[in-house]
């Protein structure tokens, strides 16, 4: 191994995955997955997998977090770790350490995402322009991740977002049923994000459930189902209300997708990521999503011409993280 390498990782609440940036057809080598809960500190678990990997010294670190990046510090939502890019410099003695929003780091990553980690879900698309594009990505986790990427004259830029929390708008009557019920529970204005992640799920099958005269109310502090228990009963027990609540969350989706790809200009393609859309591709393909996006009126056409793609890259954002790392190791480092 090389004595000058650079670090990349992606961290999330419950995992860390660190990997060496390499500009290789993959991008990454030595990948490795490391359980936060296992370390006091992130630069434990730095030094663990440096440890690991025989790796003695780094030049540069690019790291995806799934967090708010503030002054070049995150503080993590559902962890105990704090990032200080001052404090990584200092101690391992280079000059750059980036820190990327997760969602960001995945704009960065579909510009180089081979066509064997995408799996088409609607429109004709074989590869990005070598040139100018522009392309916008989604994806339901345990909140609602909205981005977007840019290329103009070579360079790329990153559209990072809060488009989870745009306000959701019901396009059919049941959906409107269904803002009325989540309305009185969780107030005047929903996001799209009450209904587009694993609580979502849940929210979702709750108000159907009083929809259908099979639950009493949908506001109570008891707990909801969760995505996983209404995954088990839609797809091995073939339960119908929780078979319907896929249906209307991928409808849904779908309609998000095609309200982005307007409002960013998002022509060249737009991306599902994830893991609630992965974990159920066949689900999502046999879905209405497809019609959700294309069903925008009046531009109806234009969206038919628009690509889907649902992820299935493992780690995209390692991928993310190696194509900025190995493109901007002399810029200085960002802030959010």
């Known amino acids: 191994m090389s004595n000058k390498s650079i670090l990349i990782a992606d961290i999330g609440g419950t995992n860390a995955r660190f990997a060496i940036a390499d500009r290789s057809r993959q ?8 359980e936060a809960a296992n370390f006091e500190r992130l630069i434990d678990a730095i030094d663990s997998y440096l440890q690991n990997n025989s790796i003695n010294d780094i030049s540069n670190m690019c790291l995806a977090v799934a967090g708010p990046v503030v002054d070049e510090k995150v503080d993590f939502p559902n962890s105990h770790w704090h990032v200080d890019c001052t404090e990584l410099r200092a101690k391992y003695g280079i000059k750059h350490a980036n820190l990327l929003n997760d969602w960001e780091a995945i704009s960065y990553s579909l510009s180089s995402i081979d066509q064997s980690d995408l799996i ?15 392309i916008g990505a989604l994806g339901p986790g345990s909140g609602l991740g909205v981005s977007g990427l840019i290329r103009r004259n070579g360079q790329l830029h990153p559209m990072v977002t809060e488009g989870g929390h745009v306000g959701f708008a019901p396009e059919n009557k049941l959906q409107i049923e269904l803002l009325s019920l989540l309305q009185a529970k969780f107030g005047k204005r929903i996001s799209r994000e009450r209904l587009l992640s694993g609580p979502g799920i849940g929210n979702i099958y709750a108000a159907l459930e009083v929809i259908n005269k099979s639950g009493q109310s949908i506001v109570s502090d008891r707990p909801f189902k969760s995505a996983a228990k209404i995954a088990i009963e839609a797809f091995e027990n073939r339960n119908p209300l929780a078979l319907q609540t896929f249906d209307v969350f991928f409808e849904i989706l779908g309609q998000v997708a095609g309200d982005i790809a307007l409002a960013t200009g998002a022509y060249d393609g737009i991306f599902v990521g994830g893991g609630i859309a992965l974990r159920y591709p066949e689900q999502l393909l046999q879905s209405k999503f497809r019609h959700g996006f294309e069903c925008k009126g009046r531009h109806s056409h234009l969206m038919e011409n628009i690509p889907t793609w649902l992820i299935s890259h493992n780690n995209p ?3 993310g993280a190696s194509v900025f790392a190995t493109s901007s190791t002399n810029h200085e480092p960002t802030q959010s």
């Not at 698309?125 to 522009?134: I, K, P, V």
């Open 120 to 134: 088409n879900i609607g429109g004709d698309w074989s590869s990005l322009s070598d040139g100018d594009f522009t």
């Open 317 to 319: 954002g390692l991928l």
């Open 27 to 34: 991008r990454f080598s030595n990948a490795q997955t490391l």
